[in-house]
């Protein structure tokens, strides 16, 4: 029988404790595929630069890897290209990595929403390029990127504003748009459970974006609730197999 | 997500107190959704009419951000790891998934959502709709708008007959920025249930006493009776 999950763990584990290793992070058992367990966020973050383009998983606040946001701005990077469904909210986590200048670029779905106050300011008086992408769109060109697929035809925004300068041909006469595949230099996650080969589970909807980002970037840091220490995770269960994952960070539980 | 300016907009104002209440707009939807079908529910209106769906029409409900199974908000222990695509907490129902935003989108892009309701700015007599953007040089978002409206197999509009101001919504021709093209088969207003046909809108049916003439008063388009 292999080990059960661990029990759930309210969000109250956001916010100022969110850096905070877990006690347990000198007992992790050795890895052995692919990924790396880190003990520390800068281990994990290693080797980012400026200028790269970033995954940032999540759908709102829900699986949004938030100690490693925090770890990224902590890094000093700028001119970053931002991948992720929104633009932040409020003055932290993304919202703060707008806020001090080191966005260039952002690619999403729904910048606009409650909150994104920092992404506003910033759109409207010309200090942020903006990709609106819509989110089938947007996860299907994550997908494509992870299966080898340079660009696809899809239905979704032929005809609108979305299709202008991009190449149209009709399938089963019906009105397509040529997209691309979309990759990136790096991947943040949150998945809730990894185990020692680096496969990961995810918790309700925190899967979202994150599975997908982790087939699409060339650097892929996981931030994960709990590491597996009594052997591994079910293999009917894993939805990330290990070999998608270059690093895991256990955050504070 | 499906979001559009409608969901906010205060009951148009009418001359006399006809039409109907949002409730009455949900109940009437609920009505003519099918036995086992998985609807997608866009942010606004369209959300209210889960709470008149009986359980023996077995109807399951999608939300772009990875549930197949949404169920009622929680009345205690609310689980903030569920959320809908409004990211308002949520539960799921016995025979739920998880699922990540590839395939939840795979479901919506490959056909296999029944029906999606969405609430809209403006709908054209072709099926035209406009919900995601009024004006481009704000910062737009379009969420999963566009990908749910070429992707369901019906597309319902349901929204306020005419704007604030009282214009129609209803138009020859949309003036907002697109959603998607020929897409909309009925919409569900305050005033009426209309069918989009090769023929413009026809109004299925009307609220309590407003005539045809009145309603078409409100419209920017030819409305007829099913009958014509």
Known sequence: MLAQCGGYVPLGYRGAGCMTVSAGATDLPPSIGRARFCTDIGEALAGVRDAMSVMIGGFGAVGQPDALIEGLIDTGVTDLTIIANNAGAGRIGLARLLELGRVRRVICSYPRSPGSVVFEELYEAGNIELEIVPQGTLSERMRAAGAGIPAFFTPTAAGTSIAEGKEVRRFNGRECILETALHADLALIEAWHADAAGNLTYRASGRNFNPVMATAAELVVAQVHHVERNGFLNPEAVVTPGLFVDRIIEIGA | ?228
């Not at chain 2, 148009?12 to 003519?32: E, F, L, N, P």
């Not at chain 2, 910062?139 to 007959?161: F, I, N, Q, T």
């Not at chain 2, 209309?194 to 003439?213: K, R, Y």
């Open chain 2, 1 to 228: 997500m499906a979001t559009t300016g409608s969901g906010a907009a205060a009951p148009a104002s009418h001359a006399t107190s006809i039409g109907w209440t949002r409730a009455d707009m949900a109940r009437r939807v609920a009505r003519d959704i099918g036995r086992g079908w998985t609807v997608n529910l866009g942010i606004g209106i369209p959300t209210l009419v889960a709470d008149h769906l009986p359980a023996e029409r077995c109807v399951t409900l999608h939300s772009e951000n990875g549930i197949l199974g949404v169920g009622p908000k929680p009345e205690s222990d609310p689980d903030p790891w569920i959320i809908n695509a409004g990211k308002e907490v949520v539960t799921v129902v016995p025979g739920a998934s998880y699922i990540h935003h590839a395939d939840s989108f795979a479901i919506i892009r490959g056909g296999h959502i029944d029906l999606s309701v969405m609430g809209a700015f403006e709908v054209a007599s072709n099926g035209d709709l406009a919900n995601w953007a009024t004006d481009l040089n704000r910062a737009p978002a379009v969420g999963g708008a566009m990908d749910l409206a070429v992707g369901a197999r019906k597309l319902w509009v349901m929204m306020e007959h005419v704007t604030r101001a009282g214009e129609p919504r209803l138009v020859a021709a949309c003036r907002y920025p697109l959603t998607a093209s020929a897409v909309v088969t009925r919409v569900y207003t305050d005033l009426a249930t209309l069918d989009v046909t090769p023929d413009g809108f026809v109004a299925l049916e009307m609220a309590p006493g407003l005539s045809l003439e009145a309603l078409q008063s409100r419209t920017g388009t030819p409305v007829r009776s099913p009958s014509e």
